[in-house]
Every structure is written in structure tokens, then in C-alpha cells.
């Protein structure tokens, strides 16, 4: 009796969650991939401010570290709900004054790039952390020999400390990762429809609440699975050279 | 008087040509005054042996003439090429520095090869990157190289499975993959286990057999009179004395350095 019961209200989700019209599959997934959209361009937004922030907190003059000490302050002490509203409208906002301002009209601002921006800022500053982190971890010797023998700056930071850095800062990257997945679902209170807001529009629209947010919940759950065996990848090819402990201890 | 022995470098590599000049090198870390006014030659073929007492200022010695410290004030001329210095001692220009450097190949105390990249990868990288030669080219030179510091069948490997002794030999093998007109050796033996000094000192021992031209800091006394035609005794900061390595260590004549050659026989 259960049983039946059972298989009945799966086959009730099974229909709900459905790819096509009457049910919301489709409705999720397009808003899952809203949500990778953004949350890859916000991470590698948010690496790109942090390997510029890193070395300039590192080598460069006192005005520019004081300046990025700010920024990485105030974005990591104000809650990331907050700084999404303030970013997102104080951005559009300026935007489309200076769009007026130059004598254009309002600008429709997409979506994916104003949360690539918003998260991306956010992303930025503990990006910056965990990269000075990793360059400073770097052992100095390997950035002599690198001047030594000639190397140019910029060739040494391709050739030598990122290299080099990468298997002190895949962690810390991966936790970023994860942290940027799902700090899209924040987006949700400014209307844009990623994952979670699609999610919430179709329970409340079939009042099968438990159905769609655990279904959210999976593809969540799936993201991360998944983001765990690339960085693992990663990881083990950054830590290429390296001795592991566990291989020594065998 | 203990600077009585000749300033000359010895006589033997003649008529080639100086390959290192220093005049007057001054250092200081804030107030510490490391090197008080420091000359030196070495002409092309010389081996110069540079010996003295820790914190006597070998290191910073070597590592002003390839400008990795920058020298308070001094002139430094490589291959009759002077480096040009701001009025605070630091290169004024860039490129130029960049590209002396590569004729200045240096081996360190703790190797510092690059541990992401084999063996391989670490004596190509930079004829390849930085001095362009083309990729085919450096393999096959670097297998050489390889090959004759003895480490041929170790070329796919990381450093960090290697010994102490396989890594500098490595690192040696680096140096001479830019075909250096000087080698700067700072300590290259000091870091290892005494049963693989050996192995680094055939190898520098060859070198100077084949007439590179080479700047040796070393506590290695008798390795120092074997292979140097020039032997330098720094204290603190300013050269106490300095001759052929026969003088140097069989007739001592400044009381501190026959202090130092008794405390480290
Ligand atoms: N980066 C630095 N900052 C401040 N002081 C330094 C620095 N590098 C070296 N010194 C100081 O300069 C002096 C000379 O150091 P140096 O490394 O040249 O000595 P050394 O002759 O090579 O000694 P050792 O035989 O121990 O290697 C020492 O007193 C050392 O403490
Ligand atoms: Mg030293």
C-alpha cells in the first residue's frame, strides 16, 4: 500500500520536474546554467582583480596597498546580501547616468553581467587574500635563480611563481569556487533568474514546494560533486613534483 | 702588510681579456656596512676562490655582481661592459641587466631549481624562454648537459626525487645550458651531506679543467687550492689579502687569515 503510495507521488514529481511545457525541468535547468554562467564568470572576474590585487598588495607603492587594504576589508566585513544590493543598483545606477549623461537613453543591463560584476567584486577581495597567501608561500629561491638567469618580471610570474603558487592556492580556489555557486542564489532578491528564483517560481506556482527545492537541492549537491573532481585534478597536477605524504608513508 | 701579495690576478690565462671587473663595491644593509670597498678581476679562463669567514660578506659579494643585491655604490664592468647604476646603486637599466645576467650563469647554496618542472624542463627553460633558442635545439643540448653531470637517464624526473648531490649537478647543468662567459658558485657544496660533496667538486673540478671562467665562494680550503688560480680572503667586508692559491695558503701573511686557514684545516 505504501509502496504505491509511493511510487504514485514520484510519479507525480517525475512529472512535475519533466523537460517538457507542463512540467518545470526545463525552467530549472535554464536556471542552472544562469547560475554556472555567472558563477564562472564571477570567479575568474574575481581571480583576475585577485593576481593583479595580490601583487600589487605585494610590490606595489604604499598608496596602492592602502587602497586595496580597503577594498579587501570592507568587502570581506559587509554581508554579501548587502554588497549585492548596494553593487547591483549603485552599478546600474551610475551606468545609466552616464548613459543620460552622454545622451543615450536607459540601458537594459543583462542579467549574467551585472551578477558576474556584483559576485565578481565580491570574489575579488578574498581571491586577492588567498593569492598573496600562495605567492608569499612560494620559496624565494626559486624567484632568484629565475632573476639570476635573466628572466624578465612578467615572464617570471608566468614561468615561475604561478606555477609555483598553484598548489598553495588550488584550496583555498576551490573553496572560492564553491562559495561563488552559490552565492548566486543571493542574486534571487534582484530578480535575476538563476536556479534558486526559478525554483521558488515554480513551487509556488504548483504549491510542490518540497519537490522543486529538494530537486534545486540535488542539482546543487551535483554542482559541487562535480567541482570536487576537477579540483581534485587540478590539484594533483599543480602539486605535480611535489613528494605526497601518503605515498612516502606506503 | 697584509694586501703585499700581487692585486693582479695571476699571470697564467694571459692576453684574453677581463671578464669580471669590480672597483670599489660598497654595501650596506641600513646600517650594517657589509662590503667596505671591494676591487676585483678576473680575466677570461681565471678561477677566483673567494674564502673567508661567515659574515664576511662572500654572498653579498656575488650577488652584487650579478645585481641580485643592489650594491650601495661601485662600479661593476662584465665583459668590458660596465652596468650602468642609478646614483642609489640600482641598475638603470633594465634591459641591459637582464641581458648580462644571462652571461652570468649562478649555481646557489640550496640548488633552487624549479620543483614544478623535471629536470629537463628546468635546463631548457631558459634557452628557450629567455634566450629564444628553439625548442628542439635545448632538448638536445640539455641532454648533453645532462648526460655529463651524470644524470642523463634522470631527465624526466623532479627535483624534489633527487639527492641533494643529483641537484646540484642539475643546477649545474642549468648554469651551463646558457653557455655562461662566468659561473658564480656560491657555496655549491655546502648544503649537502659530506659524502656527496665529491660528486659536485668532479664536476666543478671539469669545468676549470676546460677553462670556464668562474667565481667560486667556498669553505672547501683544499678544493680552493687545487682548482683556483686566484684565491681571495675576504674580512668583513674588505679583502685581507689575495694571490695564487700557492702563496695564499702556503705562506699566509696577514695574521688574520693564517688565524682562518688554522681554525678551518
Ligand atoms: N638581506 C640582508 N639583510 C640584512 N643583512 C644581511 C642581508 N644579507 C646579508 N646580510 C648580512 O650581511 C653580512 C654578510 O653576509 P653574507 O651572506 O655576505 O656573508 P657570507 O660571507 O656569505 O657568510 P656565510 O659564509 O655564512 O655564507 C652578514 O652579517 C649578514 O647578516
Ligand atoms: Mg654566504
Same mark, same amino acid.
Given at each position: 500500500m505504501e509502496l504505491i503510495l509511493e511510487t504514485l507521488g514520484l510519479a507525480e514529481s517525475a512529472q512535475l520536474l /519533466?523537460? /517538457?511545457?507542463?512540467?518545470w525541468g526545463a525552467n530549472l535547468l535554464r536556471g542552472l546554467v544562469n547560475s554556472l554562467k555567472i558563477a564562472f564568470g564571477a570567479f575568474g572576474f574575481g581571480l583576475l582583480i585577485g593576481l593583479f590585487g595580490a601583487y600589487g598588495k605585494l610590490y606595489g607603492g604604499p598608496v596602492l596597498r592602502d587602497l586595496l587594504a580597503i577594498y579587501t576589508t570592507v568587502i570581506r566585513a559587509v554581508p554579501e546580501l548587502v554588497l549585492i544590493l548596494i553593487l547591483y543598483y549603485v552599478g546600474t545606477d551610475l551606468i545609466n547616468k552616464a548613459s543620460s549623461a552622454l545622451g543615450y537613453g536607459r540601458i537594459e543591463i543583462s542579467g549574467v553581467v551585472a551578477g558576474i560584476w556584483v559576485l565578481g567584486i565580491v570574489q575579488g577581495a578574498y581571491s586577492i587574500e588567498v593569492l598573496r597567501g600562495a605567492i608569499q608561500a612560494v620559496p624565494p629561491g626559486q624567484i632568484e635563480a629565475a632573476r639570476a638567469f635573466g628572466m624578465p618580471p612578467i615572464m617570471t610570474m608566468w614561468r615561475v611563481t604561478i606555477p609555483a603558487m598553484m598548489s598553495f592556492a588550488t584550496p583555498g580556489l576551490a573553496n572560492l569556487w564553491l562559495i561563488a555557486t552559490k552565492d548566486t542564489a543571493l542574486l534571487a532578491i534582484v530578480g535575476f533568474s538563476e536556479l534558486t528564483l526559478e525554483t521558488r517560481q515554480a513551487a509556488s506556482s504548483t504549491r510542490a514546494y518540497f519537490t522543486f527545492f529538494l530537486a534545486a537541492g540535488a542539482l546543487y549537491l551535483i554542482v559541487t560533486l562535480c567541482s570536487g573532481v576537477v579540483f581534485a585534478w587540478i590539484e594533483k597536477w599543480a602539486r605535480r613534483g611535489q613528494p605526497s605524504l601518503r605515498e612516502d608513508r606506503t | 702588510m697584509p694586501t703585499a701579495a700581487s692585486a693582479e690576478p695571476s699571470p697564467e690565462p694571459d692576453t684574453l681579456g677581463e671578464a669580471i671587473q669590480v672597483e670599489d663595491l660598497h654595501k650596506s644593509f641600513g646600517s650594517l656596512e657589509v662590503l667596505k670597498g671591494v676591487s676585483l678581476n678576473a680575466r677570461k679562463g681565471d678561477v677566483v676562490a673567494i674564502i673567508g669567514g661567515s659574515g664576511s660578506g662572500k654572498s653579498t659579494m656575488l650577488r652584487c655582481i650579478n645585481f641580485l643585491e643592489t650594491p650601495t655604490s661601485g662600479k661593476i664592468t662584465i665583459d668590458g661592459e660596465q652596468i650602468e647604476m642609478n646614483a642609489d646603486g640600482s641598475p638603470a637599466n633594465r634591459r641591459q641587466i637582464e641581458r648580462i645576467r644571462t652571461r652570468l650563469a649562478m649555481v646557489f647554496q640550496q640548488f =633552487? %631549481?624549479?620543483?614544478?618542472?623535471?629536470l629537463l624542463e628546468n635546463v631548457i627553460e631558459v634557452p628557450v624562454?629567455?634566450?629564444?633558442? @628553439?625548442r628542439a635545439e635545448a632538448i638536445a643540448q640539455a641532454r648533453v648537459l645532462l648526460d655529463r653531470v651524470g644524470l642523463g637517464d634522470k631527465?624526466? +624526473?623532479? #627535483?624534489?626525487? %633527487?639527492s641533494g648531490g643529483q641537484q646540484q649537478r642539475a643546477a649545474i647543468a642549468r648554469a651551463l645550458a646558457v653557455d655562461p662567459n662566468v659561473m658564480l658558485f656560491d657555496e #655549491? +657544496? @655546502?648544503? %649537502?651531506?659530506p659524502e656527496l660533496v665529491g660528486e659536485v667538486l668532479t664536476v666543478i673540478r671539469d669545468l676549470a679543467a676546460e677553462g670556464r671562467t668562474m667565481l667560486l665562494v667556498t669553505h672547501e680550503m683544499k678544493f680552493a687550492r687545487e682548482v683556483a688560480n686566484h684565491v681571495v680572503y675576504l674580512f668583513e667586508g674588505r679583502i685581507e689579502e689575495q694571490g695564487p692559491p700557492a702563496e695564499v695558503f702556503? =705562506?699566509?701573511?696577514?695574521a688574520r687569515l693564517k688565524q682562518f686557514l688554522s681554525s678551518v684545516a
Open positions: /519533466s523537460l /517538457s511545457p507542463p512540467g | =633552487n %631549481l624549479w620543483t614544478h618542472r623535471t624562454h629567455v634566450l629564444k633558442v @628553439s631527465a624526466d +624526473t623532479f #627535483p624534489a626525487y %633527487l #655549491p +657544496t @655546502s648544503a %649537502l651531506d702556503g =705562506n699566509p701573511q696577514s
